[in-house]
């Protein structure tokens, strides 16, 4: 019926958006954990954040330097994980909520009566 295929089509809206989200924003999320692991390993080694050495200073110049090197497949490493995760959260959240959504309606509508609206405006 109209739920079920309801249902789905928000399932559906809700992995699409997600998997545009990743698209756009994985090569951030890329310099995110280099530079991330570029801190962690100056640590280790006793040196200062942000030492003159430092591969990765920020997020532009990283995205710059993670191009040129390594082109969009260096941007884009690990992104299938990404997607296969992001698109089953979002997907279930937007179909959850939806189902949510139509089962309180329906309440709505068994306690009030049909025909009439939980909502009345006044003129």
Request: charged share 15%; proline share 3%; net charge positive.
């Given at each position: 019926?109209?739920?079920?295929?309801?249902?789905?089509?928000?399932?559906v809206?809700?992995?699409?958006?997600?998997?545009?989200?990743?698209t756009?924003?994985?090569?951030?999320?890329?310099?995110?954990?280099?530079?991330?692991m570029?801190g962690?390993?100056a640590?280790?080694?006793?040196?200062r954040?942000?030492?003159?050495?430092?591969?990765?200073?920020?997020?532009?110049?990283?995205?710059?330097?993670?191009?040129?090197?390594?082109?969009?497949?260096?941007?884009?490493?690990?992104?299938?994980?990404?997607?296969?995760?992001q698109?089953?959260?979002t997907?279930t959240?937007?179909?959850?909520?939806?189902?949510?959504?139509r089962?309180?309606?329906?309440?709505?509508?068994?306690?009030?009566?049909?025909g009439?609206?939980s909502?009345?405006?006044?003129?």
């Amino acid at each position: 019926g109209r739920s079920r295929r309801g249902a789905m089509e928000d399932f559906v809206a809700g992995g699409g958006a997600a998997l545009a989200a990743i698209t756009i924003m994985h090569p951030v999320d890329v310099v995110k954990s280099r530079l991330q692991m570029q801190g962690e390993q100056a640590a280790r080694a006793g040196q200062r954040p942000g030492a003159s050495s430092a591969a990765y200073r920020g997020v532009f110049s990283s995205l710059r330097a993670i191009a040129s090197k390594e082109g969009a497949a260096g941007l884009y490493r690990g992104i299938v994980p990404a997607y296969a995760l992001q698109f089953a959260v979002t997907a279930t959240r937007f179909g959850v909520y939806a189902a949510a959504k139509r089962v309180a309606a329906q309440h709505d509508e068994a306690q009030s009566g049909p025909g009439t609206s939980s909502t009345s405006s006044t003129s």
